[in-house]
Nanobody
């Protein structure tokens, strides 16, 4: 079994930055592609970003491209999401997820992921 624990969320003003972390345990971290999703109240969970097993390939939702950066440190079993130039519409619970297979251009649907964290709240004030 794989366990994922997110951290780093919080309250930030428009234009601010945050760094989310997701610590993974239980299996070999480098065997999994990793993704970040978010879910705002009353909305479906939406894709934010994904990164390949080695970190050589990434993919982003258009809404965050150029503002968010996904990265991973396989030595620390951790995936990160750097959030810059935050907007009120970025307010959501952010989830990290692990996928056993797939390429970054296909890992955009929640159904492609096998393990999920509990989420961390990001609130952007206007």
């Amino acid at each position: 079994q794989v366990q994922l624990v997110e951290s780093g969320g919080g309250l930030v003003q428009t234009g601010g930055s945050l760094r989310l972390s997701c610590a993974v345990s239980g299996r070999t971290f480098s065997n999994y592609a990793m993704g970040w999703f978010r879910q705002a109240p009353g909305k479906e969970r939406e894709f934010v970003a994904t990164i390949s097993r080695t970190g050589s390939s990434t993919n982003y939702a258009d809404s965050v491209k150029g503002r968010f950066t996904i990265s991973r440190d396989n030595a620390k079993n951790t995936v990160y999401l750097h959030l810059n130039s935050l907007k009120p519409e970025d307010t959501a619970v952010y989830y990290c997820a692990a996928a056993e297979s797939g390429y970054t251009n296909t890992l955009v649907r929640p159904q492609r992921y096998h393990y999920w964290g509990q989420g961390t709240q990001v609130t952007v004030s206007s």
